[in-house]
């Protein structure tokens, strides 16, 4: 089930108010409209009706596939991270009829709404985003050896027709760059980087930090 509320919101440009539906979580199974909504970034805007303006909201979701059995939440506020941490960590003991939470569910928290486009994009292309993350460094790492004079604000992965495309990259002075997604790369990350034994689905968060992380330990494996 979805969970959605309407709050008066006021127009920044003419101080019109109007109806906004705020979704404190999205089923994805369900509303499948709301999600393509949340896709095109438009669950997030409001248009005012009297003078066309379009006003942006920020709001903490939780979306929820259960065909993919995948819930990722996103919460753009550092303050209420460990709160949701503490919330999956209770879903994952879950076993009652609302949300019955086995090991097959995949749970993720994000801290934009690109990122939850992102993931959900991963997901239903089946990929898995723990290799994502990694390609991003590796890409990270090449720019930093052959440009060192682009610093990397953040890179996205796009995927057109469903089919993954290439890595927008986005640089700290506001300049965009690709490199296209490359399979062969991908497969031989999962072949060499991802313990078999790991499937990953309680990785609440898999950033940067987290593909940093993955290498660090690697490489202090590969030191014993
Ligand atoms: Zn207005």
């Known amino acids: 089930m979805s969970m959605e509320h309407e709050e008066l919101v ?29 896709m095109e970034s438009c669950l ?15 709001y903490d979701l939780l979306y929820h596939d259960m065909e993919s059995m995948l819930m990722i939440q996103l919460c753009e506020s550092e303050e209420r991270v460990a709160d949701y941490i503490a919330m999956f960590d209770d879903l994952s003991k879950k076993t009652d009829e609302l949300i019955k939470m086995d090991d097959d569910y995949t749970l993720r928290l994000v801290n934009s709404r690109n990122n939850l486009r992102e993931k959900v994009y991963i997901f239903d292309q089946g990929l898995d985003d723990r290799i994502i993350e990694l390609m991003k460094l590796f ?43 490359n399979q062969e790369v991908y497969d031989r990350i999962k072949e060499e980087m991802i313990d078999p034994e790991d499937n990953g689905k309680r990785d609440y968060i898999v950033n940067m930090q987290w593909a940093g992380e993955c290498i660090h330990n690697m490489a202090e494996k590969l030191n014993e």
């Not at 409001?46 to 909201?57: Q, R, T």
């Not at 027709?161 to 997604?181: E, M, N, Y």
């Open 44 to 58: 997030f805007e409001h248009k005012c009706p009297k003078c066309g303006h379009v006003d942006s909201y920020t």
């Open 139 to 181: 890409i990270r790492f090449d720019i930093s050896q052959e440009n060192p004079e682009h610093e990397v604000d953040e890179i996205f992965l796009e995927i057109r027709d469903d089919v993954p495309t290439r890595f927008a990259i986005c640089l700290t002075d506001g300049q965009w760059g690709s490199v296209p997604f």
């Open 10 to 38: 006021k127009c920044s440009k003419c101080g019109h108010e109007d109806g906004f539906i705020i979704w404190q979580s999205l089923n994805a199974t369900l509303n499948p409209e709301a999600k393509a909504d949340m």
